[in-house]
Nanobody, 123 residues
Framework: VQLQASGGGSVQAGGSLRLSCTAS????????MGWFRQAPGKEREFVAA????????DYTDSVKGRFTISRVNAKNTAYLQMNGLEPEDTAVYYC?????????????????WGQGTQVTVSS
């Protein structure tokens, strides 16, 4: 399984970015997808997850109301729409998937990881 993340960049506070994660190597629609991030000097943290069908989503509290996770199974792609970006959102963002169809917040349930895409938010 390979995951290719893209869409990162540099924006000012209040701006928006949309991250994409395209998967290959197995049936994309059977499995949940997640987004995680890691800021310099900090541990990797959960950001958002979506179930196999897209019917269930979960978010970490700090991004609720600002970020939206979605997926288009026909395109083997998951997205993370990020609005109202804050400097605290600056991090490398990773998409991931595992062997569960349910949206999961625990990184241990994710087996396959993308290469990461940098998001930088300036004040």
């Amino acid at each position: 399984v390979q995951l290719q993340a893209s869409g990162g960049g540099s924006v000012q506070a209040g701006g928006s970015l949309r991250l994409s994660c395209t998967a290959s190597g197995r049936t994309f629609s059977n499995y949940a997808m997640g987004w995680f991030r890691q800021a310099p000097g900090k541990e990797r943290e959960f950001v958002a997850a979506i179930s196999w069908s897209g019917g269930t989503t979960d978010y970490t509290d700090s991004v609720k109301g600002r970020f939206t996770i979605s997926r288009v199974n026909a395109k083997n792609t998951a997205y993370l729409q990020m609005n109202g970006l804050e400097p605290e959102d600056t991090a490398v963002y990773y998409c991931a998937t595992g062997f569960t169809g349910a949206a999961a917040t625990n990184s241990n349930l994710y087996v396959f990881w993308g290469q990461g895409t940098q998001v930088t938010v300036s004040s």
